[in-house]
């Protein structure tokens, strides 16, 4: 496999469903895992700041409506909803305080990204799913915390992630070139919103998910493939 560009990027941006964990961990294990115990949640914890503020902007969004319903209507949908992602964020982070979460990332993700991070390479995250979720995914790791790696936390409140204007809003508010930005997801309407930005683009299909390739971006079948495709560093093991 041949490189397709000549000048590597300078800033890896990650999706994480279908791109560095497993859809089925994220529609097998944490979204059943939020929809079991939110309904408790929002009643248990209604005076904290964080899950007071996500049912207000429930009830903005949807006004008339009883919150709780209109959350699990988000739910039925995979709905990309900022106070819906809030509170699964808050519901997960109650699972891997207890030991009942564990993340499980693809097996090529931690050594690769290591590989990347060792050489100075700016590692980002952009999910639907809210900065604080996404900290606590890498926190959580079969591999161990792996927050380290990452020098930005990006989610909905950089705007849907199928529009332009959020990768817009990315490079000027993170100082970057879009130039020198790759972003990597599985989601083909994701990848032509961060192209039509400036950014360069790979789409992760991954078998065990069973993406469909599309026909406009470099497709890569895991990390060491993204190396390989984009002239990066790839831990010497995955060399052989
Ligand atoms: C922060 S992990 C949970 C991911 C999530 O809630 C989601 O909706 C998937 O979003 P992504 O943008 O990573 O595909
Ligand atoms: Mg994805």
Redesign the pocket.
């Known amino acids: 496999m041949k490189p397709v560009v000549a000048t590597p990027p300078k800033v890896i941006l990650l ?5 560095t ?1 497993p859809v089925s961990f ?1 529609h097998r294990v ?1 979204f059943p895992y939020a929809r079991k115990i939110l309904p408790d949640l929002i009643k248990r914890r209604r005076h904290d700041p964080v899950v007071e503020q996500a049912l207000a902007a429930t009830k903005l969004l949807a006004p008339g409506k009883e919150p709780a319903e209109q959350l699990l209507t988000w739910m039925n949908e ?1 709905a ?1 909803v900022a106070p819906l ?1 809030t509170l ?2 808050q519901a997960w982070a109650e699972g891997y305080a207890d030991g009942t979460l564990v993340a499980s990332l693809f097996p090529d993700v931690p050594p690769v990204l290591r590989a990347w991070y060792q050489t100075g390479l700016t590692l980002a995250v952009y ?4 900065s604080a ?2 900290k606590l ?1 890498y926190a959580h790791t079969t591999d161990g915390d792996l927050t380290s790696l990452f020098s930005a936390f990006l989610d909905l409140e950089m705007g849907g ?1 199928k529009d332009t204007a959020s990768y817009r809003k990315i490079i000027t508010t993170q100082g970057w070139v879009a130039s020198d930005v790759l972003f990597v997801s599985d ?1 083909v309407a994701e990848l032509d919103a961060a192209g039509s930005a400036g950014m360069l683009t790979c789409q992760m299909v991954r078998t065990e998910d069973e993406t469909v390739a599309g026909d406009d971006h470099p497709v890569a079948h895991d990390m060491t493939e993204v190396a390989t495709l984009f002239a990066l560093p790839a831990p010497a093991s995955a060399c052989l």
């Not at 999706?15 to 791109?19: R, S, V």
């Not at 999910?127 to 809210?130: A, D, L, M, P, R």
């Open positions: 999706d994480i469903e279908g791109t964990t994220v944490l995979d990309k992602k699964q964020g999910s639907s799913g809210s979720a996404q995914i992630k989601v």
